[in-house]
């Protein structure tokens, strides 16, 4: 799972440009390769880019990116009422596209930060219909789901 999570993480890395001054992706990165790593070493061996070895780095991955995207959203909205430098717009877009959409619909929630502003909610909807694509997709090639 090591060399799974850490060819695919560092992969979104090189391609997606917001991914690369996103500090939270990279502390999402590092506790998601640390943990596969530690899964691997104690609890059992998987064969790289397996099925179930990628089925196993999804649950992972979504495990982990929500309490991240949470924590950015926290930070942003602490940011906001301070009146420091906030997190970028994309940065949050792009937390919430690789799976952290959850913890970002709980932070909006709960802190009542980019709940209200019309363009940003418009976005969130578009990545949300993309992450039911996304997971449809995802199942249907791990061959849990036909259709």
């Known amino acids: 799972?090591?060399?799974?999570?850490?060819?695919?993480l560092i992969g979104l890395l090189l391609l997606i440009r917001p991914l690369q001054k996103n500090s939270f992706y990279l502390l999402h990165a590092g506790i998601v390769i640390l943990g596969a790593y530690y899964i691997e070493?104690?609890?059992?061996?998987?064969?790289p880019f397996a099925p179930k070895t990628l089925l196993l780095?999804?649950?992972?991955?979504?495990?982990v990116i929500n309490p991240?995207?949470?924590?950015?959203?926290?930070?942003?909205?602490?940011?906001a009422v301070r009146g420091e430098w906030r997190i970028p717009e994309r940065n949050l877009h792009a937390l919430e596209m690789l799976?952290?959409?959850s913890g970002a619909l709980l932070a909006q929630k709960t802190?009542?930060?980019?709940?209200k502003k019309k363009s940003y909610q418009a976005e969130f909807a578009f990545v949300l219909i993309m992450q039911?694509?996304?997971i449809v997709a995802a199942l249907q090639f791990?061959?849990?789901i036909h259709l």
């Not at 799972?1 to 695919?8: D, E, F, L, R």
């Not at 070493?41 to 064969?47: D, E, L």
């Not at 991240?68 to 940011?79: C, G, I, N, W």
């Open 1 to 8: 799972m090591v060399i799974t999570a850490s060819a695919i």
């Open 41 to 47: 070493t104690h609890y059992f061996r998987v064969t």
């Open 57 to 63: 780095f999804l649950v992972y991955q979504f495990v």
């Open 68 to 79: 991240v995207t949470y924590l950015a959203y926290f930070v942003d909205k602490r940011a």
């Open 99 to 101: 799976g952290g959409w």
């Open 111 to 115: 802190l009542h930060h980019k709940n």
């Open 132 to 134: 039911i694509g996304f």
């Open 142 to 144: 791990l061959g849990i």
